[in-house]
């Protein structure tokens, strides 16, 4: 769901505005405690943490860089002095919802 765009494609706009939607989606507190809940499990066993849950808290843990490193879809100069950027957001949410603890 997060993989980076495969320049190679003629379709590489069409896969940006993907991937800033599934970041804009993201932005939810809603949508980062549902995924910080899937966590809660795994973590709430440590140090003795199965395989599995070593494997949930990864691919977690992949899907926040994943998430992180989408790149903010172009705005007009004006508008972008005018507003955060969906990065700036992104990282306020994840600070809020504990993710970066």
Do not use: W
């Amino acid at each position: 769901m997060t993989m980076p765009v495969d320049e190679m494609t003629a379709k590489v706009p069409k896969q940006y505005s993907i991937l800033a939607d599934i970041k804009r989606v993201c932005i939810s507190k809603d949508v980062l405690a549902a995924l910080m809940t899937l966590s809660a499990g795994p973590l709430s066993r440590h140090p003795r943490m199965s395989e599995e849950d070593h494997q949930a808290l990864q691919l977690l843990l992949t899907f926040f860089r994943n998430l992180v490193s989408i790149p903010d879809p172009p705005v007009a100069a004006a508008a972008a002095a005018l507003q955060n950027s969906m990065q700036d957001t992104l990282l306020q949410a994840l600070f809020d919802e504990s993710v970066l603890d």
